[in-house]
């Protein structure tokens, strides 16, 4: 019995030796903590763009929307049946833009290329080239809702001033020379439609009117021009996006 008894001992202690042995054995490799990704590495945060506000009248800076505007190109091909597309309402998208037509003062573009003087036509093609060559940034200055003054500034700083109040303006002294400063017409306001009637040459006419979408976030430009004896009538619609000055 003393002999188990020792044997017994004996295996007791070494067990214990053992584990003690163990615990105090160097650990094994342990994985490294995740390391925080390198300032290099990580992109810069984009820009956050500063949101525009509703607008409640035409005041304010305008973007030309190319993707929700018509292509004035193909809609004067179509009005002179020179397209087999038969679309009611092309948009600009990336392709057709405006560019060429004819040569002439356009409200948004080319406005120091006019026709030679003397030239019979040179009303006609101005408001067609105005009509196909829109301004690309538009600044339109209203004090107020119903406003008697309303300013167009569009690209190269030409203007076009709107008068809703009905005063008589001042005709040209000379309609064979060039209109010299900013683009004077009588409008009318059509409930919240903003509209302007002029006459181009002897048998012509162009049709503006602008308004504001529900959202106050975008401005709606209709151009309706009818050129009489050159069987041209043709409507453009353009959209134009608020936005910041800044932008």
């Known amino acids: 019995m003393w002999s188990i ?10 067990l214990i030796l053992a584990t003690a042995a163990f615990a105090q054995s160097a650990p094994g490799p342990l994985t490294p903590p995740p390391q925080p990704a390198s300032s290099e ?11 525009v506000a509703p607008r409640k009248t035409f005041a304010g800076d305008w973007q030309l929307n190319k ?3 018509d292509d004035p190109h193909r809609k004067v091909q179509q009005a002179h049946g020179t397209s087999s597309n038969t679309n009611n309402g ?5 392709g057709g833009w405006p560019g060429g037509g004819w040569p002439g003062g356009g409200y948004g573009g080319n406005r120091g290329n006019r026709p030679p003087q003397g030239d019979p036509g040179a009303p006609e093609k101005e408001k067609m080239q105005e009509l196909v060559d829109p301004t690309i940034r538009l600044n339109v200055e209203q ?3 119903k406003a008697p003054e309303i300013t167009f500034t569009g690209d190269q700083s030409h203007k076009i001033i709107l008068y809703t109040d009905g005063r008589t303006l001042d005709k040209p002294k000379d309609k064979k020379e060039p209109q010299q400063g900013p683009e004077q017409l009588l409008a009318h306001w059509d409930g919240n439609k903003l509209m302007a009637d002029e006459q181009v040459g002897k048998n012509g006419t162009m049709t503006r009117s602008y308004e504001l979408s529900p ?16 069987n041209t ?12 000055p800044a932008e």
């Not at 453009?236 to 608020?242: E, G, K, P, S």
């Open 67 to 69: 993707d929700e505007s």
């Open 143 to 145: 004090k107020e809702p």
């Open 41 to 51: 590495d990580t992109p810069p945060p984009a820009p956050k763009r500063v949101q």
């Open 215 to 230: 959202d106050g976030l975008q401005l709606f430009e209709d151009v309706h021009l009818n050129l009489g004896k050159k």
């Open 233 to 244: 009538d043709v409507t453009i619609h353009y959209v134009y996006d608020a936005v910041n």
């Open 5 to 14: 008894g020792r044997t017994i001992l004996i295996t007791g202690a070494g």
């Open 90 to 94: 092309p948009r600009m998208g990336g």
